[in-house]
């Protein structure tokens, strides 16, 4: 269901707030914006899909506080930018979290295995990525546009209770605590302007003049 307008989004909100697992991803822009820009924000419940527009409804996203607070898992892959996006849109950072990307390396998939191949090996479907590199700003969204932001959240649910069964019986989910609970803390995301300096290319072969007056400019 494709959601961009204030009624439907309110609408909405008890059902999210109500599901025992969320799955969660976002679309945005950050090539020509030093924050990323947030366009879509996707949330799949076991039985439902929501695409909810954050460029039509930028100024209503708070209402999503609730859901991203609620006690139900939440399911991302790969998650770090998503948390990221969400906790600057909306104040709140989703909590509790479960990244299928991390919990998958313990299940025996290779590192850092990507969303499609991961839906593939475990469900079997084949994931279009067609999409991958589209321009989320435009308007209005066509529907292979809806249809992909869809699909990068509808097989989480299921994915997430089969990685917790499985690594539930080998005594392994325990292992993958720290890492969530890093993941969902906001301090993880806070940046401190002074210390940006640090990631400039070749930064240590300036002078200590040269390194205050780089870390002023990266401020």
């Not at 909810?52 to 139900?72: E, F, G, N, Q």
């Not at 989320?136 to 299921?158: F, I, K, N």
């Not at 499985?166 to 969902?184: H, K, N, V």
């Amino acid at each position: 269901m494709y959601i961009d307008d204030t009624r439907s989004l309110e609408d909405v909100i008890p059902v999210l707030a109500a599901a025992p697992v969320l799955a969660l991803d976002t679309e945005f822009m950050r090539e020509r914006t030093y924050y990323a820009r947030l366009c879509l924000v996707q949330v799949a419940t076991p039985a439902d899909v929501f695409v909810i527009d954050a460029i039509k409804l930028a100024d209503d996203l708070s209402l999503l506080m609730p859901v991203l607070a609620a006690p139900a898992m939440k399911v991302l892959h790969a998650g770090a930018q998503d948390v990221e996006i969400l906790l600057r849109a909306t104040g709140v950072a989703p909590a509790p979290v479960f990244d299928t990307q991390v919990a998958a390396t313990l299940a025996g998939f290779p590192t850092q295995v990507g969303y499609a191949q991961l839906v593939k090996e475990m469900t079997g479907i084949v994931i279009d990525k067609a999409d991958t590199f589209t321009d989320w700003t435009a308007r209005p969204l066509s529907a292979a546009q809806l249809a992909y932001a869809e699909e990068d959240v509808r097989h989480l649910p299921g994915i997430y209770l089969t990685l917790r069964d499985r690594l539930g019986r080998e005594g392994r989910l325990e292992w993958l605590a720290e890492d969530f609970e890093r993941l969902a803390d906001p301090a993880t995301y806070e940046v401190d302007p002074l210390a940006q300096y640090l990631r400039v290319k070749r930064a240590s072969t300036l002078d200590r003049r040269s390194l205050g007056v780089l870390r002023e400019i990266a401020a």
